[in-house]
């Protein structure tokens, strides 16, 4: 086991918490569909869900360096290749999801934002680069 590294994927895990705490506390609450504005892509319930996703990328962005760097740290024989290349993929399928939750009552309005389908494209290329 590599302990830097182990220490390091705890110190991505803090940061991932206390983001999400703060978030889900002080910031997200606060927000409302009155004050948002429209925008090109849809009303202001669309700018307060992409406004959410934004907050909660950045939490599972931590998340997944923790995860990455712990796996190196105690699985050091690991293919680097492989593993980031497959840690993408589990990241974009995690952003995928969280960008359609918003979208599960109306799914056509996936449409609006193409990020969930750029996020797919990108998890295919990177799968089929990992075998």
Known sequence: MNVELAIAGLGWFVLAFGH???GLRWVLPNLTKESMP???F???SLTLNMLRF???IVTVV???FGI???TLAYAPDADPKTLLLRWFVAFLIAGTV???WPAR???RSILRLPVPLVFVLIGVMCWTAST
């Open 20 to 22: 999400a705490m703060i």
């Open 38 to 40: 429209s925008t090109p």
């Open 42 to 44: 849809g009303p202001p």
């Open 54 to 56: 934004t907050w909660q």
């Open 62 to 64: 931590q998340l997944a």
């Open 68 to 70: 990455l760097l712990m």
């Open 98 to 100: 969280l960008a359609c």
């Open 105 to 107: 009552r109306r799914p």
